[in-house]
Each structure stands twice: as structure tokens, then as C-alpha cells.
């Protein structure tokens, strides 16, 4: 069985948000992140309270509620422009090159115009299905993309039976 297929921007950026928001570092940086700006917004809230402004410290302590509850929005506005920036700098040899894998009895072949290379079945870790994009994941922590657009499902599922690994389903990740 042989696909091909090309990755584009948006696949790189489905995964960055994937790979950002299952990071255990990267949840707790926004947490901290959300506490303080919490506080600062209470702490000058308090502020126009204490020098008897009481329109001022409404605004802040309102401010202060919003920050609460859609810090996690504006934090996902963010990191997703960061890493737009990051893939249109870094990642413009990657985008757009045809490859093709065929998946053989000793394991699966990669094909691009730079050279060829054989995928052992023993060294996928682990699969995940994303909203538009499959995720192979290596036991060296190297994740190969599949795009759905040009990936046919059967595809998939047969290179998970070869590789004796479940397809994990994330479709509908929240962010956080």
C-alpha cells in the first residue's frame, strides 16, 4: 500500500498546538501566567479602591474577571501567532515537499526527492488522530505527520495493525 502526500503550514501548526498544549511545562507556564495577571489586575484594582476611586477599581476588578476566564483564549491566540511566525521561519523546506510511504512487510519506506528511508514497524510508539492531521509517534520521540486530506483512512489503520499500536483519538482537543 503507497501514499502521497505534502504537508502544509497548517499541519505544522496542528501539531505545535498539539505538542504545546499536552506539555505539562507549557500548562503550568500558563497557568502562572494566568495568576499573574489575575493579580495584577486585582492589586491596581485595589489600588483605585484604596485611593477612593471606586469607578477605577470596578474597571480593574471587571478587568480582573475577564482575565480569569479568558486568559486560556487569549493564550491560545498567542502561542498559535508564535507559532505561525516560528513555521514560516523555520519550516519553509519542509512545506509543500511531495513524499510518499509505502508500507512494506520489514517496515514502512519514506520516499522524498532528497533520499529514502526505512521506518521499522518495532519503532512506532504510538499513533494520534487530530482534527485534520495523523501523528506517528516514535519510541525517539520523533513524530512523523500525516495530513487526512491526502491520507486515506485504510492507509492508516493498516500502518497501525502493522505496528501493533491503537490510533488514539484527539479529534476536538481543547487547548489549555
Known amino acids: 500500500m503507497e501514499v502521497s502526500y505534502s504537508l502544509s503550514a497548517d499541519d505544522f501548526l496542528d501539531f505545535q498546538m498539539y ?47 475577564l482575565c ?22 523555520n519550516y519553509q523546506g519542509r512545506i509543500g515537499i511531495e513524499s510518499t510511504m509505502r508500507l512494506q512487510e520489514d517496515g514502512a519506506v519514506s520516499i522524498t526527492d532528497e533520499g529514502e528511508g526505512l521506518l521499522k514497524y518495532a519503532a512506532v510508539k504510538e499513533m494520534v488522530e487530530l482534527d485534520a492531521t495523523y501523528l506517528l509517534i516514535l519510541g525517539s ?28 483519538d484527539e479529534c476536538g482537543m481543547k487547548w489549555a
Request: some cysteine; proline content about 2%.
Open 19 to 65: 505538542s504545546s498544549g499536552k506539555s505539562d511545562e507549557g500548562r503550568r507556564r500558563r497557568n502562572v501566567h494566568r495568576w499573574i495577571m489575575v493579580a495584577i489586575a486585582a492589586g491596581f484594582g485595589l489600588l483605585q479602591l484604596k485611593s477612593g476611586s471606586l469607578p477605577g477599581a470596578i474597571t480593574f476588578f471587571c478587568f480582573t474577571v
Open 68 to 89: 480569569f476566564f479568558f486568559h486560556s483564549k487569549y493564550s491560545a491566540w498567542r502561542y498559535r501567532r508564535h507559532y505561525r511566525r516560528s513555521i514560516a521561519e
Open 141 to 168: 520521540d520523533v513524530t512523523l505527520l500525516f495530513p487526512k486530506r491526502q491520507v486515506s483512512d485504510e492507509f492508516v489503520r493498516e500502518l497501525a495493525q502493522r505496528a501493533e499500536v491503537e490510533i488514539r
